[in-house]
């Protein structure tokens, strides 16, 4: 039996997903953020050291990080057909998004939410001066730099229905959290294949079912 170590509103939304989508039973271990720091419990470091989510334990096995989990589960059932196979085009591809996904799409993301977060944390004398840096950074830097990534999802959304291909693959659910992070602070609009893609992937039974077993989730 899989166990997710689950923190609410977070990446690890993605891995409940992929269970669902697998067909593989697990058992949710759900975590509340801090509700002043919105960061995560200390208790999660007596799962990783890091004290981050998604941590999936797999019998001795403890595995951190998105795309591990995700590259892990897909090596386990091969025959759930959420790769592609090698030597092929959408391969390439495949490779690409899995690691794009946490690399370069959510940089970006997350300077916006550090920059946007700096004035309210900021003391009271200074904040004026933090709020002024935060909005150059922004403005001349972070916003349009998710704006070029939202431009590049767009177009390779036009190539094929799915990021990797014609047929849905776990690189599409590790894409799933940058794009609905990105909409949920607005910057989505004038895109419609990413607006079809994030109604498309809600759509989906396994997805609902995520869901269910996660709690509320803010991004979907």
């Known amino acids: ?17 992929l269970l669902e989508e697998m067909g593989l039973e697990y058992e949710v271990r759900r975590y509340a953020r801090d509700p002043v720091t919105k960061l995560a419990p200390p208790e999660l ?6 004290g981050k989510s998604p941590i999936l334990q797999d019998g001795d096995a403890v595995i951190a990080e998105t795309g591990a989990i995700v590259e892990h589960l897909v090596d386990l059932r091969p025959q759930a057909g959420l790769r592609p196979p090698p030597g ?17 799409a959510m940089t970006p ?23 002024g840096i935060s909005s150059a950074v922004l403005g001349n830097f972070v916003d349009p730099q998710i704006k070029t990534h939202a431009d590049f999802w ?12 014609d047929q849905f693959t776990a690189a599409d659910v590790m894409m799933s959290f940058p794009l609905e992070a990105a909409a949920s602070r607005g910057d989505m609009g004038g895109r419609p294949r990413v607006r079809d893609f994030l109604k498309r992937i809600h759509a989906r039974p396994a997805y ?11 991004y979907a």
């Open 154 to 165: 767009e177009a390779e959304l036009g190539r094929s229905a799915w990021f990797a291909g």
């Open 109 to 131: 993301l997350l300077l916006k939410l550090i920059f946007g977060e700096l004035p309210r944390r900021s003391p009271g004398l200074v904040r004026p001066v933090v709020k």
């Open 45 to 50: 470091r007596a799962i990783h050291p890091l």
């Open 208 to 218: 609902a079912r995520a869901l269910e077993r996660g709690g509320p989730y803010a």
């Open 1 to 17: 039996m899989f166990i997710v170590h689950h923190l609410e509103d977070s990446r690890s939304q993605r891995v409940l997903w």
């Open 88 to 104: 092929t085009e959408e391969r390439r591809r495949f490779t690409y998004w899995m690691h794009y996904a946490e690399g370069s």
